[in-house]
């Protein structure tokens, strides 16, 4: 499925930002008013706007949204107005605050970062620290080869490699007692994305059944989460997360802030016609059913409805 186009409207910051600081001024908030601009403008947008309300009200918009609002609606109002980057690098720390770690926050950060961005994150003081220091065993092995930030971002992929990849992680795995981990790591957290998809495919066609089959009969746990998300196209995954953030008992509110703060509308909108190819209920149905009130708006809002 080929990515929508970002269509947003021609914004004037100035009135944007006095209907925005007239809609939280005196008693009671107009939510409505809120959620109809800042879901409706990109980030670029967004970052103007602030700027606007900061010269003219002297006011920092972002306190002046945490002050009005509350619960997850605040969450998503605020994190909209960050950069991509810094939502990452927020959601990396948050993995690793407190007591335990949330391997999964980890893969949703790290599995698709570019080299670039990767090596960002890399240099941000202590971070890869607290990230590593805080794991074990081949989940750390495979989270620290992700830091390297030197994954093979050639576009061209060589057919020769690709079949002498397909015969060593069968090697290290389905012909052998046991699984060499090591292989697997060393494989798949140092090719772009677009060479494992790849290498999934040649897999199946040389095996007659996929990596991810061999993958998920082979490995558990965190290890086994992050090398199938190194194996799917990004968007997909993140169709596939949205689903088990709302699929059975409880929904998790944190992740859905995370995605629905971190994509644009036309992003999240393809996300939104995977899931609807890949899952029996369709995403904003499957939203209406599990969330409420203002924060339910707003994603509705997100996805254009």
């Given at each position: ?170 090697a290290a795995g389905e012909r052998k007692v046991g699984t060499d981990e090591k292989t697997f790591i060393k494989i798949l957290t140092n090719k772009a994305p677009w060479y494992d998809q790849a290498l999934n495919v040649a897999y199946k066609k040389e095996r007659g059944h996929s990596l991810e089959k061999a993958i998920e009969k082979e490995f ?86």
């Amino acid at each position: 499925m080929a990515l929508p186009p970002l269509n947003f409207p021609n914004v004037h910051p100035d009135e944007d930002a006095k209907n925005l600081r007239d809609a939280m001024k005196g008693v009671g908030t107009d939510e409505k008013t809120l959620i109809k601009i800042i879901f409706n403008r990109s980030r670029q947008q967004l970052a103007v706007i602030s700027q606007a309300f900061s010269a003219k009200y002297h006011k920092d918009l972002k306190k002046e949204l945490k002050s009005e609002t509350s619960g997850w609606f605040k969450k998503l109002l605020v994190y909209r107005f960050k950069t991509p980057y810094e939502l990452k690098k927020r959601h990396l720390l948050k993995a690793v605050k407190g007591v335990g770690t949330n391997e999964r926050i980890l893969i949703d950060a790290l599995a698709f970062t570019p080299n670039a961005e990767m090596a960002a994150l890399k240099n941000e003081k202590g971070l890869t620290h607290k990230v590593l220091n805080d794991l074990s065993g081949h989940f750390k092995d495979a989270i620290n080869d992700l830091f390297g930030a030197d994954r093979s971002e050639n576009p061209q992929i060589n057919p020769v490699e690709l079949d002498i990849d397909v015969k060593t992680l069968y090697a290290a795995g389905e012909r052998k007692v046991g699984t060499d981990e090591k292989t697997f790591i060393k494989i798949l957290t140092n090719k772009a994305p677009w060479y494992d998809q790849a290498l999934n495919v040649a897999y199946k066609k040389e095996r007659g059944h996929s990596l991810e089959k061999a993958i998920e009969k082979e490995f558990s746990g965190s290890l086994r989460d992050l090398l199938l998300a190194l194996l799917q196209p990004p968007y997909e995954y993140w169709a596939d997360r949205v689903f088990a953030d709302l699929h059975g008992a409880g929904t998790n509110d944190k992740e859905l802030v995370y995605i629905f703060s971190y994509f644009e509308k036309n992003e999240l909108k393809l996300i939104e016609q995977i899931f609807n190819s890949r899952h029996p209920k369709h995403m904003k149905d499957m939203l209406k059913a599990d969330l409420s009130g203002h924060y339910e708006k707003a994603i509705l809002e997100l996805l254009g409805y």
